[in-house]
């Protein structure tokens, strides 16, 4: 079955390639400080989309290594893969994998497996605004030695941007995931940005990335928060 599946994408990525986009976004941190305190931080993400008629596949990354004074205390990476069809203007259906690593949070690999749909409330030059709604299996790996977590859960998430003036933007997006298992066990992230335009392939973001757990894995913090200053490059 899954032979056929991929079979149909191929043929249809290859019959759509006349009138296919590509677009590949790479943001770059870099943060070190001297004196009483030694620290390095860097983080790299990547954002790609390929568009034909109907459909887009989303390949994401992002890294993120931190040291202080020589000690290790920032380690972890992100992947996704997605695929979005059309439904009309407003509405997608959508079928995704995110992974995440990070050890300092407790573990080692959480494979996440997403469908849902995608409602576009607002879509004009000027203002976007987009709701996602589905639901999500969770398999995690932990850092401890412990039997590994799977748990049913929903995933709501809302983003809007808007465009002050030319090369200005604010962005804003929120993501809420409960476990249909358990109601105390629940994540919320969010992510106001500003984005200035240098020219038409950098662009500057400063951000303030927020996430509260409320049971992470035992022995770490509920809230972790994180501040940026990173260059983009768009293609």
Not at 84 to 98: E, K, T, Y
Not at 218 to 231: A, F, P, V
Request: proline share 2%; hydrophobic share 35%.
């Amino acid at each position: 079955m899954l032979k056929i599946v991929f079979a149909f994408l191929i043929t249809t990525i290859l019959s759509s390639s006349a009138f296919a986009q590509f677009t590949s976004e790479d943001e770059l941190t870099f943060i070190t400080s001297g004196g009483n305190t030694n620290n390095k931080t860097y983080e790299f993400a990547t954002r790609n989309s390929y568009k034909w008629p109907k459909n887009k596949f989303t390949l994401n990354g992002s890294y993120s290594r931190g040291e202080s004074d020589g000690v290790l205390d920032d380690d972890n990476w992100t992947a996704l893969l997605r695929f979005d069809h059309d439904l009309n203007s407003r509405l997608d259906i959508f079928v995704a994998d995110f992974f995440e690593s990070d050890q300092f949070k407790g573990f080692w690999a959480r494979n996440n497996i997403d469908i849902g749909l995608q409602y576009k409330l607002a879509n004009e030059e000027k203002l976007k605004v987009l709701i996602d709604a589905g639901y999500r299996y969770t398999r995690e790996n932990f850092v401890q030695d412990e039997p590994d977590n799977h748990e049913h859960k929903l995933r709501f998430y809302s983003e809007v941007s808007y465009i002050y003036t030319k090369g200005i933007e604010a962005k804003y997006w929120v993501e809420y995931i409960p476990s249909l298992e358990n109601s105390e066990n629940y994540i919320v992230k969010m992510e106001p940005s500003l984005l200035t335009l240098i020219n038409k392939t950098f662009t500057l973001k400063s951000a303030v990335l927020w996430e509260y757990e409320n049971e992470p894995v035992e022995g770490r913090d509920q809230h972790d928060y994180k501040t940026t200053l990173s260059l983009i490059a768009k293609f």
